[in-house]
């Protein structure tokens, strides 16, 4: 009789989004995306929560990704530039392609608080062909969130966007 009254909750899934609006070059560039690397402690399928500057983190059991992370944000990134560069040919890192360069991303922060701000922080270099470091770069975001998952994940990708951005114009100014 009382295995009625209670329910769980239902999960609520979420993928993150291209934002990009805006051709930055119609150069005919060949770029691969490394592998991005984000830290262990958001790398699950519920969505981390995390006070900038606070040691508390708030895994929600009932919000979470719709696919792996790290894939997810390489293909957020991948789907922005190709956005920011129309005729570039962008693709995930292959080994024995050709190609003009190569970025590497590593997510130093992706965290953020309902009603407050979500942050990125990420270390990113643009290298040639040859694995040579062409540029580096550390970049910091923050976005403001609302009271959803809904609106903490439309920060995050817009925060990607703006990562992607960056990307887009120095590799077009190269």
Do not use: H
């Amino acid at each position: 009789m009382l295995s009625g009254c209670f329910s769980t909750p239902n999960s609520n899934f979420y993928m993150l989004q291209t934002t990009a609006d805006k051709v930055v070059s119609n150069q005919k560039l060949q770029l691969q995306i490394f592998d991005v690397l984000v830290p262990e402690y958001i790398d699950k399928p519920q969505i981390v929560l995390q006070k900038n500057n606070s040691p508390e983190l708030k895994i929600s059991e009932f919000n979470r990704w719709g696919t792996d992370l790290n894939t997810m944000i390489k293909s957020t990134i991948i789907n922005d530039l190709s956005v920011y560069l129309p005729n570039a040919k962008i693709l995930p890192l292959a080994y024995g392609t050709n190609t003009q360069y190569v970025v590497k991303i590593q997510i130093e922060q992706l965290s953020g608080w309902l009603k407050d701000k979500a942050v990125l922080k990420a270390n990113w270099q643009i290298l040639n062909a040859k694995g040579k470091v062409l540029y580096t770069k550390t970049s910091m975001f923050e976005e403001k969130t609302g009271t959803s998952y809904a609106t903490y994940v439309t920060a995050q990708s817009k925060m990607l966007s703006d990562l992607a951005f960056l990307i887009a114009d120095k590799i077009s100014s190269m």
